[in-house]
């Protein structure tokens, strides 16, 4: 996935959202800057798939030798599938945050958040504030 064609949250997930026979699905991760502010990630906390949550709320969380992060969903929906591959190889999100790297799949059923979502120009814009 192309990082300037995805949206991204305020707490730096990155969501991709398709389109399939009316139905919306979000593929979430977090960003490389993200990463990168945690370094030496150690340990994540994946939620199950067909749990519920509502946009910006926690579905998991990454720890770092630095902290613990929780994840927040930048949309709403249902979890239909987990990268449960991530847990074992953390340093995945340090080599492709954008393909390999994502965390969730969501059947999106409250997208009237993805309007608060940051495009990458304005995504960047944080990130070098934050910087």
Same mark, same amino acid.
């Given at each position: 996935?192309?990082?300037?064609e995805?949206?991204y ?6 969501v991709?959202?398709?389109?399939? =026979? !009316?139905a919306?699905? @979000?593929t979430v991760?977090?960003? *490389?800057?993200a990463? +990168? ?6 340990y994540?906390e ?10 910006g709320?926690?579905f ?5 030798v ?9 949309? =709403? !929906?249902e979890?239909? @599938?987990v990268?449960?591959d991530? *847990?074992?190889k953390? +340093?995945?999100l340090?080599?492709?945050p ?5 965390i ?13 979502l940051?495009?990458h ?6 990130c070098a504030?934050? =910087?």
């Open positions: 996935m192309n990082p300037e995805l949206l949250a305020e707490t730096h997930e990155w991709h959202i398709t389109e399939e =026979g !009316g919306k699905t @979000a991760g977090i960003s *490389a800057f990463v +990168e502010q945690l370094t030496d990630l150690v994540m994946l939620p199950e798939v067909g749990k519920q949550v509502a946009a709320g926690e998991g969380e990454v720890e770092s630095k902290a613990v992060s929780p994840l927040y969903s930048p949309v =709403g !929906g979890i239909i @599938a990268n449960s991530l *847990a074992d953390l +340093e995945t340090g080599e492709d954008y393909e390999v790297g994502w969730i799949k969501l059947r999106v059923t409250d997208d009237s958040s993805l309007a608060k940051l495009d120009p304005a995504y960047q814009k944080q504030e934050e =910087g």
